[in-house]
């Protein structure tokens, strides 16, 4: 059975994003991309919400047609066109690049997807995982913690009134000095 898997970068603190929006922190550099396309490049398909969808769509379908783009930015942009995607989202009226858009989370849905064959599914945007989080449908998170704090910003995870109970199966440092956090339920 396919798993439900969050891959997110976060900052020391716990954000995803900084105030405004701001990214601009995240330390992607050439060894943490080619990780992140090696994850990435064996999964069945990516789930997103509309903002997540619409942040790589104005960018990834044509980043390897720049000049300046590293290669593993290139071989990413042929990565993101080719995944199957599902965009989650009341008001998008039309999606491309390989993408269906739903419009709610549908836990018997997700769990038919999850017993497709093929790699696992990969869950982007906070908004998204807290959805699937109130279905209890995420099975693994792949935290990518950044080495910065922010003070501010969007959190990762929403408040809850239960926790829930994880299994750290793998770590790994970067060069960069980002580290990933592998849990599992």
Known sequence: MRKIVVH?????DGYFEGPGGDLSWHRVDDELHRHFNDELRTMGGYLNGRVAYELMAAFWPTADQDPAAS???KEYAGIWRDMPKIVYSRTLEKA???ATIVREV??????RLKAEPGGDLVLGGADLMAAFLRHDLVDEWRTYVHPVVLGRGRPLFPERDERIDLRLVETR???N????????R
């Open 8 to 12: 997110m970068s976060v900052s020391l």
């Open 71 to 73: 290669a593993p930015m």
């Open 173 to 175: 440092v970067f060069g």
């Open 106 to 111: 549908d836990p018997a849905e997700v769990r």
């Open 96 to 98: 491309d690049w390989n």
């Open 177 to 184: 000095g980002v580290v990933l956090l592998r849990h599992q």
